[in-house]
Nanobody, 120 residues
Framework: QVQLVESGGGLVQTGGSLRLSCAAS????????MGWYRQAPGKQRELVAVITRGGSTNYADSVKGRFTISRVNAENTVWLQMNSLKPEDTAVYYCKAQLEIRLPTGYEYWGQGTQVTVSS
């Protein structure tokens, strides 16, 4: 089935930038939406940004103007460009993909996450 692999996390200083990438493999059916979520210690997982197959995007208010999500449908990849990073952006970032077809075996998939740490 579908597997998602994230990369690009790391340690940066306040104001720095990182670019996260996520590649989906084992995809037989089309992916509708892809997105990025994050979870900081002691907090619930929250939406960061999502993008539809048609290119429509939605961002959390906390990252608007700083983060940009993009994708290449033909390659089943999604990126998250993170600029002007703040300490509060520190979290494990997870990639998510949702299939257009809801299969009994599953239609939402998550990567295992990549750590982003922003020092102050």
């Amino acid at each position: 089935q579908v597997q998602l692999v994230e990369s690009g996390g790391g340690l940066v200083q306040t104001g720095g930038s990182l670019r996260l990438s996520c590649a989906a493999s084992g995809v037989i059916f089309s992916i509708n939406t892809m997105g990025w979520y994050r979870q900081a210690p002691g907090k619930q997982r929250e939406l960061v940004a999502v993008i539809t197959r048609g290119g429509s995007t939605n961002y959390a208010d906390s990252v608007k103007g700083r983060f940009t999500i993009s994708r290449v449908n033909a390659e089943n990849t999604v990126w998250l460009q993170m600029n002007s990073l703040k300490p509060e952006d520190t979290a494990v970032y997870y990639c998510k993909a949702q299939l257009e077809i809801r299969l009994p075996t599953g239609y939402e998939y998550w990567g295992q996450g990549t750590q982003v740490t922003v020092s102050s």
